[in-house]
């Protein structure tokens, strides 16, 4: 419990490091992705739930509900949450290598699902760091308008 609790630890501190070292800068060289105002409120809507759900993934972990967490994260990040998120109304605006970001960070959730499931921790904390690493992967290379 304490080496996947520091695990996690590891990965908030990574993306807050990523962050904060990028709030900073004073160029956005990220590539603009020009969406109809619905789909960019629905874009940011999903991706403020995505953030809410990997606090409800880590809580979960922290109080040991390892099937809690891999429901959370197979429903509202999963493969099977694209359909919930619009994913097939999005896809058409998006470039295909951010649309290729969005699908890894799906199955990576899928996957975190299983493994935890499964109890293997290390693969799990694996996956999930898969999941943010996707995150920041989209933000670091795209933004929208």
């Known amino acids: ?17 990523v962050a904060a070292g990028t709030a900073g800068a004073s160029a956005d060289n990220r590539l603009l992705v020009k969406l109809p105002a619905p789909m960019q ?21 922290a109080e ?16 099977s949450s694209l359909a919930a998120h619009g994913a ?3 896809a058409p605006y998006m470039p295909q290598p951010m649309q290729a970001i969005g699908t890894a960070m799906h199955r990576a959730a899928t996957d975190f699902a299983v493994h935890v499931t499964e109890g293997d921790l290390r693969q799990s904390v694996k996956q999930l ?17």
């Open 1 to 17: 419990m304490n080496n996947l609790r520091r695990a996690l630890q590891a990965v908030a501190v990574a993306v807050l490091a």
């Open 88 to 90: 097939g109304h999005m």
């Open 41 to 61: 409120e629905h874009m940011l809507a999903n991706m403020r739930d995505h953030l809410q759900t990997l606090d409800q993934i880590n809580r979960a972990l």
């Open 64 to 79: 040991g509900r390892w099937n809690d967490a891999a429901d959370i994260a197979e429903r509202r990040l999963g493969v």
């Open 129 to 145: 760091g898969e999941v943010t690493r996707q995150c920041v992967a989209c933000h670091a290379a795209y933004r929208i308008r």
